[in-house]
C-alpha cells in the first residue's frame, strides 16, 4: 500500500493544519524491488483529498496491472513522436518519403500546439481546441480529419507503449467526423479557361505542359510531374497513370532529389486516362524541345542535378511565380485548382459523373458525386421541376379521384 505523509518537522497531529505539502509515496510494481516514487500535493484538506485520490488510483493500477511510471507522462509530445516514427520505420511500416511526410505535419501542424508540453498533460478538450484552431486558420474538413487520425495513432502507440495511462483520443473520438471528409467546392475555386491560359504563359516554358496535364486531364501535381513517355500509348490515345512524384529521393532530404513512387493515390494499380489534343500538343511540344531522360523516357528532370527527378518544392516556387505574374494572386489557385477545371469541364459537357470519377482517380464515385455535383448545368432547375411535377401530378391524381366520386 502507498503511503500519504508530509516530509517536515511538525508533529503527525499537525500535518492537517501545518503549511507543508501532502507526499504520496508508493513503489511501483515488483515488490521491495519496484522502484520508490513520491509526487506532491497542496497543503490543507484540499490537498490531502487529492493525495488520498491519487494513492487510491496508483494501488487500483497496480492491482490491475495498468500502472504507468508517471515520469513516462512527462516527455514531450515530440520526443514521443519521434518514438513513434522511428518505430514505424524500423518495422517497415514506413517508406523515407511518408517519414518526410510526416515531419512536415508535424512541423507544420503540431510543434506549435503540441510539441514542447509533457504528452501525459494533453487532453480530449486539447484535441479538440487544436481542431478549431486548424478551422480557424482556413483548413479543409479532410485534411483535419486526416490528421487527427495521425495524432490517434502517435496516442495510440504512447498508450500501448505504457507512457500515458489513457489515450485521449478515445474521448475525443478523432475517427468519426463531425464534418464531411469532402465539402463541394465553391465556383469560385474553378479557374476559367482564360485563367488556365495564363497561368500557362506565365509559368516557366519547361513546365508548361504540366499545366495541360492537370487541366486536360485531370491528373494530380504527384502525377503530372511523374509523367513519361513509355506510358503514353498514341495508337490509343491513353496514358497510363500509375506513378506519382514522392518528396525524398537520392540526394538524402525533403526537397533535395525526389523520387517516383510506382503507386498512386487511392490504388496501387493506377488508372488510365484519355489524352486530349491540347494535352498530347503540349506533351509534343515539350518532348521536340527538352527531349526525355532515363530508360522510361521521363519527362522532367532536376534542374540542378542530372538524370534527377525535379523536386516538388521546386514546381511549387515556379507555380507561385506564375500565379503572381499572371496577376492572379488574389484568386489564390494551387495545381488542384487545374483538376477542378478539368472536372467541370467535363461535367459542362455531360459527362456522367462515375466516368468522370474514373478518369480523375477518385477512390468513390461519392467523393465526385459530393464535391461537383452541384456544377452540373441546370441542376436546381431540374430539382426544381422534378419536385413540381410530382405536386402537380398527385393534384391531378386526388381530382381524378374527387370526380370518380
Known amino acids: 500500500m502507498g503511503a500519504i505523509l508530509k516530509r517536515c518537522d511538525c508533529a ?30 497542496e497543503k ?3 490537498g490531502k483529498g487529492l493525495a488520498e485520490k491519487w ?24 520526443d514521443v513522436w519521434d518514438e513513434w516514427l522511428n518505430a514505424g520505420s524500423d518495422e517497415g511500416q ?61 496516442f495510440k502507440y504512447a498508450w500501448e507503449a505504457e507512457i500515458i495511462p489513457k ?62 513517355d513509355e506510358k503514353w500509348n498514341r495508337e490509343t490515345g491513353f496514358f497510363a497513370v500509375n506513378a506519382q512524384l514522392g518528396s525524398f529521393g537520392k540526394n538524402e532530404g525533403a526537397g533535395r532529389g525526389t523520387a517516383v513512387q510506382s503507386e498512386v493515390k487511392w490504388s496501387r494499380m493506377g488508372r488510365k486516362v484519355p489524352v486530349v489534343d491540347v494535352t498530347r500538343e503540349e506533351w509534343d511540344t515539350h518532348l521536340g524541345t527538352y527531349g526525355t531522360w532515363g530508360d522510361e523516357g521521363w519527362f522532367y528532370e532536376s534542374e540542378t542535378y542530372a538524370e534527377r527527378f525535379p523536386a516538388r518544392s521546386t514546381f511549387a516556387s515556379r507555380w507561385n511565380k506564375a500565379i503572381e505574374k499572371a496577376g492572379l494572386e488574389d484568386r489564390k489557385f494551387t495545381p488542384k485548382s487545374l483538376r477542378h477545371y478539368f472536372a467541370s469541364v467535363a461535367i459542362g459537357a455531360g459527362v456522367p459523373l462515375p466516368e468522370l470519377a474514373v478518369w480523375m482517380g477518385h477512390a468513390s464515385s461519392k ?5 461537383y455535383v452541384h456544377l452540373l448545368p441546370g441542376a436546381e432547375e431540374r430539382i426544381k421541376g422534378a419536385v413540381a411535377l410530382a405536386v402537380a401530378r398527385d393534384l391531378s391524381e386526388a381530382l381524378g379521384r374527387v370526380r370518380a366520386v
Open 367 to 371: 467523393t465526385t458525386e459530393t464535391v
Open 94 to 154: 514506413l517508406a523515407d518519403s511518408s517519414r518526410v511526410q510526416y515531419r512536415s505535419i508535424y512541423a507544420n501542424h503540431y510543434a506549435e500546439w503540441f510539441g514542447a508540453r509533457p504528452i501525459g498533460s494533453i487532453s480530449a478538450s486539447d484535441i479538440t481546441k487544436w481542431a478549431t484552431w486548424q478551422k480557424e486558420k482556413g483548413y479543409k474538413a479532410y485534411g483535419i480529419h486526416t490528421r487527427k487520425v495521425v495524432l490517434a495513432s502517435v
Open 12 to 41: 503527525v497531529t499537525a500535518w492537517e493544519r501545518c503549511p507543508h505539502p501532502w507526499v504520496v509515496r508508493w513503489r511501483e510494481p515488483g515488490g521491495r524491488s519496484g522502484r520508490q516514487r513520491e509526487k506532491s500535493f
Open 167 to 228: 489515450n485521449p483520443c478515445k474521448k475525443a473520438d478523432p475517427r468519426k467526423r463531425k464534418d464531411p471528409a469532402y465539402l463541394p467546392i465553391d465556383p469560385s475555386e474553378v479557374p476559367t479557361t482564360g485563367e488556365v491560359e495564363a497561368i500557362y504563359d506565365s509559368i516557366r516554358p519547361y513546365y508548361r505542359s504540366t499545366v495541360w496535364s492537370m487541366a486536360g486531364c485531370g491528373m494530380r501535381v504527384g502525377e503530372a510531374l511523374a509523367v513519361c
Open 55 to 78: 494513492e487510491r488510483k496508483v494501488e487500483r493500477s497496480k492491482d490491475t496491472g495498468s500502472y504507468i511510471d508517471p515520469q513516462q507522462s512527462k516527455r514531450t509530445f515530440s
Open 44 to 46: 490543507g484538506a484540499t
